[in-house]
């Protein structure tokens, strides 16, 4: 019932958005502190629609050459109660083979470089006076808030980074060995060169994200002397109403997983922190920020009434993650420039998202 209910909630924001066009300050908590020296909705026109032809309903990954590996992806609110985090783990079998932090917060237009979309119809969620912006794209401007209010002495991104660090190549359990003998709210010795007082809580958040992460599944060469490398970018592959948070796990040139989602204000479970101050930022708290990933199945539904859409959403995103294994970037652009903006990718025959080179484009394009 709970299901029902939301999703007519959005087809009928659906419906009232195409009729009409939709129409706090900065943060007051201290931004992530150090250790000792610290005072310690959707194109509402139109969800994203299929080609005439219908497709299966299900998207099985295919056999990948190499070992198979798992790329999650989690969110969490490991630092206090004005943002929340983005988490992605590469995963073989039990071990982590690499992770990466973001988080999101509200603060100043003029001081903060917002997310994609933010200038449009995205937008309009906003509280007046704010923005929504990645704490990694803004490093140095954050990086200089948490020298004022707590005396830091390492960026945040370079502590993200010594997080990250630690847990690579060890095994679930061995990081959750690490934050069992350690006290939350304090530096965690063992993670060199991290300073923040909540690393623990990052810790955490990965662990949860290793465990019970949305999956992408891939693969990678083991024996290539060559690392696995995490990285991740911001884009706007799909209309102006919300904006994409992607993940793609590398070894050296060639794409071994890639991992979709997107954010838009609109009814649905909202991301973590929605309840607190975080949730001080939305225009509106009955269209709080949410994930579609999160939200597939109501999502999927309003697509299916709206576009006669044959598959979910996640099952698109999982099409084109699928395809991107094994390639490399000029491989995957290839596609895209011979592919026609607005209609599906023949190439890509399980996705029927007409937006599917533009998220090729966007995989493509992470750095």
Not at 112 to 122: E, G, I, L, Q, R
Not at 175 to 197: H, I, M, N, R
């Given at each position: 019932m709970k299901l029902k209910k939301l999703i007519m909630m959005l087809a009928?924001?659906?419906v009232l958005t195409a009729c009409a066009n939709q129409n706090s300050g900065d943060e007051t908590e201290a931004p992530a502190t150090e250790t000792t020296e610290a005072p310690a909705t959707e194109e509402t026109t139109q969800p994203?629609?299929?080609?005439?032809?219908?497709?299966?309903?299900?998207?099985?990954?295919?056999?990948?050459?190499?070992?198979?590996?798992?790329?999650?992806?989690?969110?969490?609110?490991?630092h206090g109660e004005q943002a929340f985090s983005s988490i992605g783990v590469v995963l073989e079998g039990d071990k982590i083979l690499d992770a990466s932090i973001d988080e999101y917060q509200f603060g100043d237009p003029n001081e903060m470089d917002a997310v994609?979309?933010?200038?449009?119809?995205?937008?309009?969620?906003?509280?007046?006076?704010?923005?929504?912006?990645?704490?990694?794209?803004?490093?140095?401007?954050?990086?200089?808030?948490?020298?004022?209010?707590?005396?830091?002495?390492?960026?945040l991104s370079d502590n993200y980074e010594a997080i990250e660090d630690f847990v690579k190549n060890k095994t679930i359990g061995e990081v959750k060995a690490t934050v069992e003998a350690s006290e939350a709210g304090k530096p965690v010795d063992?993670?060199?060169?991290?300073?923040l007082v909540d690393t623990v809580g990052y810790l955490e958040a990965i662990i949860d994200t290793a465990e019970n992460g949305f999956i992408s599944?891939?693969?990678?060469?083991?024996?290539?002397?060559e690392s696995v490398e995490l990285e991740r970018e911001l884009s706007a592959p799909h209309g102006t109403r919300s904006f994409a948070d992607i993940f793609v796990a590398e070894q050296g040139d060639t794409i071994v997983a890639a991992s979709i989602d997107e954010f838009q204000f609109m009814e649905g479970e909202p991301v973590p922190n929605s309840d607190k101050k975080f949730g001080e930022g939305f225009a509106d708290a009955k269209t709080p920020l949410i994930s579609k990933l999160q939200n597939d199945a109501a999502y999927s539904t309003v697509m299916k009434n709206s576009g006669n859409a044959t598959k979910t959403l996640g099952e698109g995103y999982k099409a084109i993650e699928h395809f991107v294994v094994g390639k490399t970037e000029e491989e995957i652009m290839e596609v895209v420039n011979a592919s026609t903006?607005?209609?599906?990718?023949?190439?890509?025959?399980?996705?029927?998202?007409?937006?599917?080179?533009?998220?090729?484009?966007?995989?493509?394009?992470?750095?």
């Amino acid at each position: 019932m709970k299901l029902k209910k939301l999703i007519m909630m959005l087809a009928l924001a659906i419906v009232l958005t195409a009729c009409a066009n939709q129409n706090s300050g900065d943060e007051t908590e201290a931004p992530a502190t150090e250790t000792t020296e610290a005072p310690a909705t959707e194109e509402t026109t139109q969800p994203e629609t299929t080609e005439k032809e219908p497709a299966a309903t299900t998207v099985e990954a295919p056999e990948f050459e190499g070992t198979a590996i798992e790329l999650r992806r989690g969110y969490a609110a490991p630092h206090g109660e004005q943002a929340f985090s983005s988490i992605g783990v590469v995963l073989e079998g039990d071990k982590i083979l690499d992770a990466s932090i973001d988080e999101y917060q509200f603060g100043d237009p003029n001081e903060m470089d917002a997310v994609p979309n933010s200038d449009k119809d995205f937008g309009q969620g906003y509280a007046d006076g704010v923005v929504l912006y990645s704490k990694l794209d803004n490093d140095d401007d954050y990086s200089a808030r948490m020298t004022e209010a707590g005396k830091a002495t390492r960026s945040l991104s370079d502590n993200y980074e010594a997080i990250e660090d630690f847990v690579k190549n060890k095994t679930i359990g061995e990081v959750k060995a690490t934050v069992e003998a350690s006290e939350a709210g304090k530096p965690v010795d063992a993670v060199s060169g991290a300073t923040l007082v909540d690393t623990v809580g990052y810790l955490e958040a990965i662990i949860d994200t290793a465990e019970n992460g949305f999956i992408s599944q891939g693969a990678y060469d083991p024996n290539n002397s060559e690392s696995v490398e995490l990285e991740r970018e911001l884009s706007a592959p799909h209309g102006t109403r919300s904006f994409a948070d992607i993940f793609v796990a590398e070894q050296g040139d060639t794409i071994v997983a890639a991992s979709i989602d997107e954010f838009q204000f609109m009814e649905g479970e909202p991301v973590p922190n929605s309840d607190k101050k975080f949730g001080e930022g939305f225009a509106d708290a009955k269209t709080p920020l949410i994930s579609k990933l999160q939200n597939d199945a109501a999502y999927s539904t309003v697509m299916k009434n709206s576009g006669n859409a044959t598959k979910t959403l996640g099952e698109g995103y999982k099409a084109i993650e699928h395809f991107v294994v094994g390639k490399t970037e000029e491989e995957i652009m290839e596609v895209v420039n011979a592919s026609t903006p607005g209609e599906t990718v023949d190439a890509v025959s399980s996705s029927t998202l007409v937006d599917t080179s533009n998220y090729l484009k966007s995989i493509a394009e992470v750095d």
